[in-house]
């Protein structure tokens, strides 16, 4: 995800005798800024994806230990464009991968998932929640409108409301989902983190998992933050969940794109669930995102001549 520019600057800051090594999926969706970078370097650099290993500036990573099954067979249709096989792999049955064409059917799950983390947030026990987080995990292509984050958030805070015949008014509560929406360097919190509140001795706190350990932050102190029963799916970029349910766009959608669907299918572990349409699902497919950044074409021309020398082939 990283942008031209930002790459621009990392490249400045390393030393001329540096060896640069960026990993990652080139297939999955791009930056907010400008640019494609990783797509750009593959596109540029991989010349010949079928020659020897070692004798190209890619190496591409073959085995996925995220998912395999379905999924694994679903993700390698959406990666190489092949509508066909992605609809009949969502429809064959195999209780992994499924396509329905609302969210009625995965009410309950949703449901479930948001009274566990009550229950735990209640019990101020941070590892089950968290645990409990990641579970299940609902993604939208869009942040407003009917199928987006905003809405989805509502609709199951108002189910949770109606299934524990409690009101959730304050802004904080245990069992709240969060997502930090902007970097906290005092606290040592960024930007997409994921958390949980919980209450702990009459007090609410929020949990985080850094990796390496648990942090636990008064819920008083966050300010960017928000609820995450619902996440967009460029947010979801990094993250995985044991359930995935995606919610694709309206056809007429500009962020329905094939790297889209990627991105939020290559999210399960266990289990996905696509909401949309087999139409949905080939008008995505077949549109991709087109950056004009450049770089690809700059990296496949051949390098400058050296003043003073001569190229092979010229006359001396």
């Known amino acids: 995800m990283v942008s031209l520019t930002m790459m621009a600057r990392l490249l400045e800051a390393l030393r001329p005798t540096a060896r640069l090594i960026v990993v990652g999926d080139p297939?999955?969706?791009?930056?907010?800024?400008?640019?494609?970078?990783?797509?750009?370097?593959?596109a540029g650099l991989d010349r010949d994806p079928a020659q020897p290993a070692g004798s190209s500036a890619v190496a591409r990573l073959r085995h996925t230990y995220r998912f395999g099954g379905a999924i694994q067979d679903l993700a390698t249709a959406i990666r190489d464009g092949d509508a066909t096989?992605?609809?009949?792999?969502?429809?064959?049955?195999?209780?992994?991968?499924?396509?329905?064409?609302?969210?009625?059917?995965?009410?309950?799950?949703?449901?479930?998932?948001a009274?566990?983390?009550r229950r735990h947030g209640l019990a101020g026990d941070a590892r089950a929640a968290l645990a409990a987080l990641g579970?299940?995990?609902?993604?939208?292509?869009?942040?407003?409108?009917?199928?987006?984050?905003?809405?989805?958030?509502?609709?199951?805070?108002?189910?949770?409301?109606?299934?524990?015949?409690?009101?959730?008014?304050?802004?904080?509560?245990?069992?709240?989902?969060?997502?930090?929406?902007?970097?906290?360097y005092a606290m040592d919190l960024y930007n997409g983190d994921t958390g949980v509140v919980l209450r702990r001795d009459g007090r609410l706190v929020a949990v985080f998992d850094s990796g390496s350990q648990l942090r636990e932050v008064a819920a008083a102190r966050l300010a960017d933050v928000e609820?995450?029963?619902?996440?967009?799916?460029?947010?979801s970029q990094g993250s995985q969940a044991t359930r995935v349910t995606v919610v694709l766009p309206?056809?007429?959608?500009p962020l329905l794109t094939r790297e889209l669907?990627?991105?939020?299918?290559?999210?399960?572990?266990?289990?996905?669930?696509?909401?949309?349409?087999?139409?949905?699902?080939e008008r995505g497919m077949a549109q991709r995102i087109q950056r004009a950044s450049g770089l690809a074409k700059r990296l496949r021309m051949p390098p400058p001549a050296v003043p003073g020398e001569v190229s092979a082939g010229s006359p001396g």
């Open 27 to 42: 297939d999955q969706l791009t930056s907010v800024e400008a640019g494609a970078v990783l797509a750009d370097l593959v």
């Open 85 to 113: 096989a992605a609809l009949a792999i969502l429809t064959s049955g195999d209780p992994a991968v499924e396509l329905v064409p609302n969210a009625d059917a995965r009410r309950s799950l949703m449901v479930e998932a």
């Open 115 to 117: 009274v566990d983390l």
């Open 135 to 184: 579970e299940h995990r609902l993604l939208c292509a869009h942040r407003t409108g009917p199928q987006g984050v905003g809405h989805w958030n509502r609709q199951i805070a108002q189910w949770l409301s109606e299934e524990t015949g409690e009101n959730f008014y304050a802004p904080m509560f245990p069992g709240r989902p969060l997502q930090v929406t902007a970097n906290d």
């Open 227 to 235: 609820t995450m029963y619902a996440a967009t799916v460029h947010k």
């Open 250 to 253: 309206e056809l007429d959608s």
């Open 261 to 281: 669907i990627y991105t939020a299918a290559t999210r399960a572990q266990k289990q996905l669930t696509i909401i949309g349409t087999p139409e949905v699902i």
